[in-house]
């Protein structure tokens, strides 16, 4: 068991606070955010007590309790988070006047701001609690992102809260850590305040997973005591719980002066008892209370007895339902009565009080994102030993607030909000229009944009705020040495009696091609033969491959040909971040599709998706956390995409897929075919600080012609570029990867990507693809016949450049903020300079052009330097633009790094050498050529 000694606040501060800053001063300039940053949730919030119609019920959007009391002359105060249970959180008060039959519209809000670095400044728990002398107490925590490991307890006061117009005092901070409960106040007067410091499994953002490392030894449910009625907290002691889940630790005194406290686990509730008031505790041990991991309600009523609000019957663990309250009176050896007053499911995180005249007060919610209800019960502690009301004034599911406003989006890495119905369903099917795209918005525009993650590529003026450079898009080229995995084997050979024995196939459809960072291999998932098996081959540089006998379905088959077995079209994606028998994504055609995961020889039991059309494909958006159903169907238009998602692979629900997008009127006619555009498929894959799509276009002709001429029908390549991940920008229309359309070539049609889509080796984005000759080797012809991969090359972040001539150019970007310390450029410039300009556009010395050392390089990852500054620290955290400079060449992206490595953490496609995840981490060490 690990206790800590009495420690007065003061003595507290003076041992530990300095040590911490002592020790950050020395940490600062390489912790992953900035301490400017880290340290705004120290700065106090501002106290809204003439909330907005922003702020009322038809416009929020989420409803958590966070606790309910009443003042000394019958007023009641309620208090409730909305935004969300994230970093979007924020309080909201309420008051009602006549013992809740009614509420006020809000009269207090606490909502901080977002910091420029897209973290937010968040108020999540906390709790309402009027003292003995009558003054009413509101405490509520206040942490950078979700939990920054630090967070703090805060707290207002308010002297008159029964008067129209109250007052409340300026904030101040007790400590670090969060509270959801009560403070209790002792027989001998003194008032102990349940304070819970929570481990570092709870930080969240992940970039915040560096920070306060200097508290590690205080992660417990601690206990704060005042002897001075709140004038000043001292820390008394604390226990650390195993398996907590947030502590949310609440106590009684008992009879023989002992402290008896529950506090809330993962299997529901530990117990611990205190004999010196605090100071120690015994070691926690299981309640024979169950519970599910959620909040309850202890309180010691008047009358001696203990109150216990839960969910369920008290030895049963059931879910978030049957609001119950029960009571005891010998102090917790035996339970009677059991009051449900909430039935319902969805219930949760009772709090409250008892009334002088007896009865007792209790505020939950309900479904806090669906049905968004803050509601209150007014009981006896003669209905709960009866089970049901018999006191006249009774009453449950009293409602105190219902929001009934839109649900607000989330906001994104890069600083956009997503609308709230996601996915939208605003494309239409019918328009051939291309699809808007509303991060291109200014209005939707965040007003400082982070770019903490990945390199900021230049597909278009997300993040431009002027510049006389000209924009320039390039393709894709394909390799010389192409096809580099051609039909060898019997089964990628032979005949298949699918099709008219179609023949001669190595077909990514969609396959996949990832780096496996354990084995320094790429692996490519395909099939072997039309319509044959799914087989790995591996490769070192994707250029020269291996089939591996894996001693499954023989030779390289990892599963066998067939539509029970393998499926029809399928699309695997190696999430190598996953537990091992997940490493497989799989999604295949077996009519209907099916979904399922796999460690490469045991597959889970596949689970059926909604009817569609065939060749769906599947990727994951780590920006949102989501995996993505890139669904195929038909419509006004032909070929077209429809979309789902879902936070858990196989848990994905077709039934709720919206239209998506298709081809529309800027992909142009083919003049030798003739054909309307359609879009076969749609892949994708984070790229640096987007992600990038993969848009097969189909020109023709008619399958039915290609069949009966043995010859392949027209597919090609173009990229679509997302913030977002549903929203298309597609500035370039030509093919990014081509057919050849000439007989005898390898690449003459029916050109495909691959699930991944591109890889990074050294200074250079590598994109597997098959195509399509119609021609097998014995000279047999058919329309899926002859299929062999290639690859095509383009220099990394090459999508478009922004480019210089003779004259100087200039680009200013729009306002942004970062937590990196060195700004890097990948260019070709004969000359390139950058300022580092305020929000007002006027240099930052020492960041200056007259200051910059000149940039004569052609490379794809090059630091800009000044004299005078070793690096950034200055304007860390900070909305700042960059004008750059540029004389004769061309700038493909910049970013700000936390190393001199130039790592961007961002994305990295499907990975490649040198990484060791699917993010850049190491930077200029993955380029061969790096120094």
Known sequence: MKTFPRLSLLCLTASLLPHASTLMAAEGDTLTVPRSVLDLAMEPSFINTNPGPEYSDEQRDYAMVIGMDRTQKGRLWSAWVAGGDSDLGYFVLASSDDHGATWSKPRLVIDPPEAPTGLRKRILVGNLWTDPTGKLWLFYDQSMGYYDGRAGVWAITC?????????????RRIWHGLTLNKPLVLKNGEWLLPISLWGRGNINPPELRDAHAELDDMRMAHLFVSKDQGATWTRRGGVVVPHTQFDEHMFVELNDGRLWMLVRTNYGIAETFSSDQGATWSEPQPSTLQNPSARFHLRKLASGRILLVKNGPLTERTGRTLMTAYLTEDEGKTWKGGLVIDERNGVS?????????????????????????????????????????????????MLVSKALGATIGEVTYNGLRNPGEWPPKTQDPKSFEPMTVPWLEEKN???????????????????????????????AQKYEGNPVFKPETPFELAPTGADNNQQAVCYLGHGGVFWE??????????????????????????????????????????????????????????????????????????????????????????????????????????????????????????????????????????????YWTNADRLDEVDPKIGDAPQLYSLNAVAYESILLGEFYIHLGPDNKICDEGKFPKITEIKLGFSRDGFHWHRPDRRAFIGASQKEGTYDRGYIHGTTGVCAVIGDKLYFPFTAYSGIAPNGVRGMYTGATVGVATLRRDGFASMDAGDALGNLTTKKVAF????????????????????????????????????????????????????????????????????????????????????????????????FTGNTDTVGEKAVPSAR
Not at 447 to 472: A, C, H, M, N
């Open 159 to 171: 002297s008159n809260p029964d008067d129209a117009n109250p007052t409340w005092s300026e904030p």
């Open 349 to 397: 995180y009772p709090d409250g009080f008892q009334a002088p005249d007896g009865s007792i007060n209790i505020i939950h919610d309900r479904e806090r994102a669906k049905e968004r209800e803050i509601l209150m019960a007014r009981f006896t502690e003669e209905d709960i030993l009866a089970g049901k009301l018999v006191s006249p004034g009774s009453q449950t599911k």
């Open 445 to 475: 525009k965040p007003d400082v944009i982070p770019i903490t993650f990945g390199r900021q590529l230049f597909v278009d003026d997300y993040l431009i705020e002027s510049t006389d450079l000209k924009r320039t898009f390039h393709t």
């Open 517 to 658: 960072p354990q084995e320094n291999l790429f692996k490519m998932f395909y099939t072997a033969g039309w319509r044959g098996g799914l087989a790995v081959a591996t490769s070192p540089d994707l250029i020269n491959w291996t089939r591996p006998d894996l001693k499954l379905a023989g030779g390289n088959l990892l599963l066998p040909p067939g539509r029970k077995a393998v499926g029809g079209d399928n699309s695997v994606w190696l999430d190598i971040n996953a537990k091992p028998a997940e490493r497989i994504k799989y999604l295949t055609d077996r009519g209907p599709h099916t979904l399922q995961t796999s460690d490469g020889v045991k597959w889970s039991t596949p689970v059926p998706m909604e009817k569609s059309a065939d060749y769906c494909s599947i990727f994951y958006n780590p920006f949102r956390h989501t995996w993505v159903y890139s669904i195929k169907q038909g419509g006004p238009h032909g070929r077209s995409r429809y979309y789902a998602e879902s936070r858990d692979f196989l848990k994905a629900d077709w039934k709720k897929s919206v």
């Open 819 to 914: 937590n990196g310390r060195h700004l890097f450029v990948n260019t070709d410039a004969w000359a390139l300079s950058a300022d580092v300009l305020d929000e007002s556009g006027k240099p930052i010395p020492p960041f200056t052009r007259e200051n910059c050392e000149l940039v004569r390089r052609t490379e794809t990852c090059t630091e800009v330097k000044w004299k005078g500054a070793a690096n950034l620290d200055a304007v860390r955290g900070k909305p700042v633009k960059f004008r750059f400079e540029l004389t004769r060449g061309n700038l493909y992206s910049f970013w700000v790094s936390q190393d001199e490595s130039g790592a961007s953490r961002g994305y990295v496609g499907a990975g490649g050498p040198g």
